[in-house]
């Protein structure tokens, strides 16, 4: 049993700033991923970035529509997920989700939600023009 719990959301103006963390619990693994999906209302949920200590590497894996302004990061000691917004836009309003994968994965399949295994709540992230 896993439980995640992220913080870090708000309302921001376009080309503002946020940090949102993300705080593992629970049952710890040697091998595993953690990242972030995104969920606009009506839409569906949208693979942000992920990070893969699958081998101790801290290898990450960000999509294109938002690798020029998002860097993600980690403390695999402390199973903590950072996700640093930049010049953020209007389109990018949406609830962020923490996730956990076990084993880790690549960046051929990290992008694909129903492998992932454990899910926070969600963050909101609204960004006004």
């Known amino acids: 049993q896993v439980q995640l719990v992220e913080s870090g959301g708000g309302l921001v103006q376009a080309g503002d700033s946020l940090r949102l963390s993300c705080v593992a619990s629970g049952r710890t693994f040697s091998r595993y991923a953690m990242g972030w999906f995104r969920q606009a209302p009506g839409k569906e949920r949208e693979f942000v970035s992920a990070i893969s200590w699958a081998w101790s590497s801290g290898s990450t894996v960000t999509a294109d529509s938002v690798k020029d302004r998002f860097t993600i990061s980690g403390d695999n000691a402390k199973n903590t997920l950072y996700l640093q917004m930049n010049s953020l836009k209007p389109e990018d309003t949406s609830v962020y989700y923490c996730?956990?994968?076990?084993?880790?994965?690549?960046?051929?399949?990290?992008?694909?939600?129903?492998?992932?295994?454990?899910w926070g709540r969600g963050t909101q992230v609204t960004v006004s023009s």
């Open positions: 996730a956990v994968r076990h084993y880790g994965c690549s960046a051929q399949d990290c992008h694909d939600a129903g492998r992932w295994d454990y």
